[in-house]
Nanobody, 127 residues
Framework: QVQLGESGGGLVQAGGSLRLSCTAS????????MGWFRQAPGKEREFVAA????????SYADSVNGRFTISRDNAKNTVWLQMNTLKPEDTAVYYC????????????????????WGQGTQVTVSS
């Protein structure tokens, strides 16, 4: 079992930046692909970004590509989501997710592919 804890959410004006963190605890000796998802009120949970265990392979939703950057430090069991040029439509609860993997260069985009989820952190972007 892996437990995930997100932090770094908050209220920011449009055009501003936030950096979300997700730290894993528990069984962290396995290899995990990591992802960020978000869910706005009344909407489905959607993919934001993912990063492979190694080789730095990343994947982004079109809506955040060029504005958000996902990164990780396996020694610290931590993944980050740097969010720049935030827009009101980025307002959502952001969730961190982990997927045990054998392939070290895989960065899955589907929510159903992830096994472990954090409780989420609220990001609110005011116009």
């Amino acid at each position: 079992q892996v437990q995930l804890g997100e932090s770094g959410g908050g209220l920011v004006q449009a055009g501003g930046s936030l950096r979300l963190s997700c730290t894993a605890s528990g069984r962290t000796d396995s290899r995990y692909a990591m992802g960020w998802f978000r869910q706005a009120p009344g909407k489905e949970r959607e993919f934001v970004a993912a990063i492979s265990w190694s080789y730095g392979r990343t994947s982004y939703a079109d809506s955040v590509n060029g504005r958000f950057t996902i990164s990780r430090d396996n020694a610290k069991n931590t993944v980050w989501l740097q969010m720049n040029t935030l827009k009101p439509e980025d307002t959502a609860v952001y969730y961190c997710a982990a997927k045990p993997v054998l392939g070290v260069a895989w960065a899955p985009r589907g929510a159903g592919e992830y096994d472990y989820w954090g409780q989420g952190t609220q990001v609110t972007v005011s116009s």
